[in-house]
């Protein structure tokens, strides 16, 4: 079935430094690839989200780029700063509404 | 976005008994989802709620455990029934933006089945 991998699954970088998450989806018929941030008891919060049309997107730290041959995706955090702190999610959306989850990535920031 | 707001925002409950959680959205929205989050884990989807029609069940998930309500296209519960202590977790309730697949969620609800 439909299947989205995360990795890694804790990344701690120090601050300033980048960070990078990575994606793959299952199935080529996905076409929109959100990603959400969640601290710690809070909500997950959509950060960026990019769809099958484009490679690339920028949000100014941000940025989140797609390898549809490839089949995956990857959140990259420049300049990171002690509130990135948090677990990151990405997902896949298949079919006509389901998003299918990766299983997280707490990014530690580290002064 | 969407202001979303859940009912009750966390819970203590006794086994055997049920809980419903309610889910408030401020603007009408076709797609509404249940999802649970075990501490530390990934979302799991339990059920898509579409007002005016019956709520479609991921496998594992049951209408029997979990019935949920979708009286119009603002409002959903989602009811915990005959709960255990393996029912202890967070509920999120989430609503697509259909024209834009993007979806928010509530706040949570932090069940603690004793």
């Known amino acids: 079935g439909e299947n989205v991998e995360q990795h890694p699954s804790t990344l701690s970088v120090q601050e300033g430094d980048s960070a990078v998450i990575k994606c793959t989806y299952s199935d080529s018929a996905s076409n929109y690839f959100p990603w959400y941030k969640q601290e710690l008891g809070k909500r997950p919060q959509l950060i960026i989200d990019?769809?099958?049309n484009v490679g690339e997107k920028k949000d100014q730290r941000i940025a989140v780029t797609l390898n549809k041959t490839a089949k995956h995706f990857s959140l990259h955090i420049t300049e990171t700063q002690p509130e990135d702190s948090a677990v990151y999610f990405c997902a896949a959306h298949f079919g006509n509404y389901q998003l299918i989850w990766g299983a997280g990535t707490k990014l530690i920031i580290k002064p | 976005s969407a202001v979303i707001s859940q009912k009750p925002s966390r819970d203590i409950c006794q086994r055997g008994t049920s809980l419903t959680i309610q889910c408030q959205v401020d603007s009408q929205v076709t797609m509404m989802f249940w999802y649970r989050q075990q501490p530390g884990q990934s979302l799991t989807l339990i059920a898509t709620a579409n007002q005016g029609s019956e709520a479609t069940y991921e496998s594992g998930f049951v209408i029997d455990k979990f019935p949920i309500s979708r009286p119009n296209l603002t409002f959903s519960t989602l009811t915990v029934s005959n709960m255990s202590p393996e029912d202890s977790s967070i509920y999120l309730c989430?609503?697509?933006?259909?024209?834009?697949?993007?979806?928010?969620f509530g706040p949570g609800t932090r069940l603690t089945v004793l």
């Open positions: 990019i769809r099958s």
């Open positions: 989430s609503v697509e933006k259909r024209s834009y697949n993007e979806q928010f």
